[in-house]
């Protein structure tokens, strides 16, 4: 390696060292605010600064490094996220014989005693008939993606709907069992 190059990459080391020092409070401010997880903002804050490194090794001209740094921040955040799987609903197995949808953040442990099982009873009773307040499409699409656990693809090939039709129902259903069932969650 010639010295112009060694003194190419030790100018780029330093910049990237300076862009470090200026932008890591702001940007892990950033990264924190939008992902719940201590870990994992602190991992996307070292990706984000791996990829500047790895783009100043290969000579990626980068004109805006404030924009490019929460450019590549958003996008290692949608990346995290779609990586998680999504809070599922299952069928319940109770030993009454009643048979039920659950979010399992929400309902009580079942063997929490009489006041919990009170609680994951009536839950279960509300659960239920906000699905069944669910207009057919929206209904249908959330119980096979959520209950069943089958796949958008799965569900378009049987279907024929296209997956931006389904995305949008499934949508609208979230949304409205969250603000039907808010009271669950929110501790009121």
């Known amino acids: 390696m010639s010295e112009g190059a060694i003194q190419t990459l030790m100018a780029g080391d330093e910049r990237i060292s300076e862009a470090v020092e200026q932008h890591e409070p702001r940007l892990r401010s950033f990264i924190r605010a939008r992902v719940p997880d201590a870990l994992d903002a602190e991992d996307i804050l070292q990706d984000v600064f791996y990829e500047l490194a790895r783009a100043n090794r290969l000579l990626v001209p980068i004109e805006h490094l404030s924009g490019w740094l929460y450019q590549v921040a958003r996008n290692r955040i949608t990346d995290l996220f779609r990586k998680q799987q999504p809070e599922r609903l299952r069928e319940l197995d109770a030993e009454d014989g009643d048979e039920g949808l659950l979010l399992a953040e929400l309902l009580p442990a079942a063997d929490g005693g009489p006041e919990a099982a009170y609680a994951r009873k009536a839950m279960l009773a509300e659960l239920e008939q906000a699905l069944g307040e669910l207009p ?53």
């Open 136 to 188: 057919a499409e929206q209904r249908a699409i959330f119980v096979a993606h959520e209950v069943e656990g089958r796949s958008f693809n799965e569900i378009v090939a049987e279907s024929g709907v296209s997956i931006n039709t389904l995305l949008s129902r499934k949508r609208y259903a979230v949304l409205y069992l969250r603000k039907r069932l808010a009271h669950f969650y929110q501790g009121s």
